[in-house]
């Protein structure tokens, strides 16, 4: 059995983004092992039958000493396991285990679900990062036997714009949805209800969906806004408590932290918007378009790749609270027209997204770098 390792910083991470890849290589023979910070998921990940080697993790932390224990921490694992194919999740993961496997005999396959923060963000920190990351990347991915997978052409165009080679990078439309599991249901009823799934970052547009919110309002739209999603305080663009609880004073406005179960939330909205500055593949926009929603997102890379203008969505430029604010009035008033876009998504996940599909492609992917 091929001996597949997953590093990725967070439990709950691998087990939202990157469990049907497991599963997938697990049934097609490999021997799945799980390198992570544990804190809530071990066991769900150790009852589907993968490894999990528990491992000292700090997300956002710039503490030079820390991402050296991790390194020496992750390095141990790789000496001790001796896996044929690490598979690195996101770019920090890519970096940590690309210094962790330098000079072993390991093909390195790194995902980054979008840039991150230092390349989405406008912030001054993140400028100042930028070169120093591209110098690093470009040195660490081009590496022997290493190679990179991204989410959409974007991205593929921007690894070889940072100098990788093209034969090196490998596109994977995300980790695809359990379209058995999350299945077209009927609109809700009650007042209009947009529905936005995510982290609370200033990067994923949450802060424009709450402004778009207080524009309808003030038109006279009876319109309801559920954010579900929690803070991630690892990251700078989290969205600060204060406001958070600002945004629970507002009329129509219903703060629901993390749900575990997706099919809840577009079982109470009528659309699904996801206003990001930049994304991989957004995951929750996959899963709103397979319960059937139609969806509202910016014209961005990730984005475009799954909202589809005239087809099951409507695309607005980043940060206009204004053009999300005229998307959702019209969808509120359209419901002739929310239903086309709505049967359009769950047909297009069907057709492109589905958990089998991107299955059979990863597992095809780690044969292919194998040989």
């Excluded at 001996?3 to 049934?27: K, N, T």
Aim: charged share 25%; net charge positive; hydrophobic share 45%.
């Amino acid at each position: 059995m091929p001996r597949l390792i997953y590093l990725v910083s967070e439990d709950w991470y691998f087990v939202s983004h990157r469990l049907p890849m497991a599963r997938a290589a697990r049934d097609a023979g490999y021997d799945v092992h799980v390198v992570t910070r544990v804190v809530d998921c071990g066991p769900q990940i150790e009852r589907e039958g993968f490894v999990l080697h528990p491992i000292p993790w700090s997300r956002g932390s710039l503490d030079p000493m820390r991402a050296i224990e991790t390194v020496r921490a992750v390095r141990g694992l790789y000496r001790k396991l001796k896996p044929d194919i690490v598979h690195h999740v996101a770019l920090v993961p890519s970096l940590i285990g690309s210094m962790a496997a330098w000079g072993l005999p390991i093909v390195k396959l790194n995902a980054l679900a979008g840039l991150g923060y230092i390349f989405s963000s406008g912030s001054a920190k993140a400028r100042l990062l930028r070169p120093l990351a591209t110098l690093v990347l470009r040195t660490l991915l081009s590496r022997p036997d290493s190679f990179v997978l991204v989410q959409n052409p974007d991205d593929e165009a921007a690894m070889t714009k940072l100098g990788i080679a093209r034969d090196r990078i490998a596109t994977i439309a995300g980790s695809g949805v359990d379209t058995d599991a999350l299945r077209p249901m009927p609109e809700p009823e009650g007042p209009f209800t947009v529905g936005f799934v995510g982290r609370l970052l200033e990067d994923k547009g949450v802060a424009v969906t709450v402004r778009a919110h207080e524009r309808l309002r003030k038109r006279g739209l009876v319109v309801r806004t559920i954010l579900a999603g929690a803070p991630d305080p690892a990251n700078p663009a989290s969205i600060p408590s204060r406001t958070l609880d600002e945004w629970r004073n507002i009329v129509g406005v219903e703060l629901l932290g993390h749900v575990s179960d997706p099919a809840s939330v577009w079982a109470r909205a009528h659309i699904a918007v996801l206003p990001s500055r930049r994304e991989g593949l957004p995951k929750s926009l996959l899963e709103a378009a397979a319960c059937g929603r139609p969806l509202i997102a910016t014209d961005v890379p990730g984005c475009r790749e799954v909202a589809r203008p005239g087809v099951n969505a409507v695309l607005i430029p980043i940060d206009d609270d204004l053009a999300l604010a005229d998307a959702i009035d019209t969808l509120a008033q359209d419901a002739e027209l929310r239903a086309r876009l709505g049967a359009a998504s769950r047909t297009l996940v069907e057709r492109e997204f589905s958990s089998a599909r991107i299955g059979a492609e990863i597992v095809a992917l780690y044969r292919k770098l194998l040989q």
